[in-house]
């Protein structure tokens, strides 16, 4: 069955410092995409970042990047030069392709603290 | 700009009353989504539709249904409304690229008295 899972209830780090936040996934489908969101405690869901499953190399975004490890199953955020700003919840999604009708399911998301 | 709109920003129903929740997409997509999102659990998929009039069960649709009739529209129904239901709702809605990420409503906090 779909599942997505983000171990990390809570994580602080130091303003300028990097970060990763662990998700793992499981899915028979080998056609399927991996997402992350930035939730703000203003509740909007933010786009951050895309891994395709036959994307070769990993996704970056400015200072997002994806440390995808397709054999073990895992799609870590990592954020470089953490920011005050980046002080959220994150959540891990996985979206099925055609034959699961494009289903989409969150982990339990991991909420980051930055210190300043 | 594109929009999902939900009906409400916050209701409040009593126990045992039929609840209707409503969302509108405005981007001509195919795949609408409804999740309930509680805090430790994350968001967590109730139902979900490709096409008009399809539907399908996400991972938690016990005491919940939809409605999908027009492509635009997609309905939360909750027949019985139980105080286990007192949420956030979000709606959802994307193309059928799988590339393509989902676009939000703003939520529904449903207290269920």
């Known amino acids: 069955a779909q599942k997505i899972t983000q171990t990390q209830p809570g994580m602080f780090v130091q303003e300028k410092e990097a970060v990763t936040l662990d998700c793992t996934y499981d899915?028979?489908?080998?056609?399927?995409?991996l997402f992350w969101y930035k939730q703000p405690s203003s509740g909007e869901m933010i786009f951050l970042i895309y891994?395709?499953?036959?994307?070769?190399q990993n996704a970056t975004e400015g200072r997002y990047s994806l440390n995808f490890q397709k054999a073990r199953k895992s799609a870590n955020l990592v954020i470089s030069a953490s920011q005050l700003g980046d002080s959220a919840m994150y959540f891990c999604?996985?979206?099925?392709?055609?034959?699961?009708?494009?289903?989409?399911?969150f982990g339990a998301g991991t909420r980051l603290f930055v210190k300043a | 700009d594109v929009k999902v709109t939900q009906s409400s920003r916050y209701l409040v129903k009593r126990t045992g009353e039929k609840v209707f929740l409503e969302c509108v997409q405005d981007?001509?997509?195919?795949?609408m989504f409804w999740y309930r999102q509680d805090p430790g659990l994350g968001l967590r998929l109730i139902y979900f539709?490709?096409?008009?009039?399809?539907?399908e069960k996400g991972d938690i649709p016990e005491g919940y249904s939809v409605s999908r009739e027009k492509k635009e529209r997609f309905s939360l129904i909750l027949e019985s409304a139980s105080t286990n239901q007192t949420s956030m709702y979000l709606c959802?809605?994307?193309?059928?690229?799988?590339?393509?990420?989902?676009?939000f409503g703003s939520g529904t906090q449903l207290s269920v008295l």
């Open positions: 891994q395709g499953s036959y994307d070769q």
């Open positions: 981007m001509d997509h195919e795949n």
């Open positions: 999604a996985m979206r099925e392709g055609y034959t699961g009708g494009f289903k989409t399911i």
């Open positions: 539709s490709y096409d008009v009039k399809m539907k």
């Open positions: 959802a809605s994307s193309s059928t690229e799988i590339n393509e990420k989902l676009f």
């Open positions: 899915t028979s489908d080998p056609s399927y995409g």
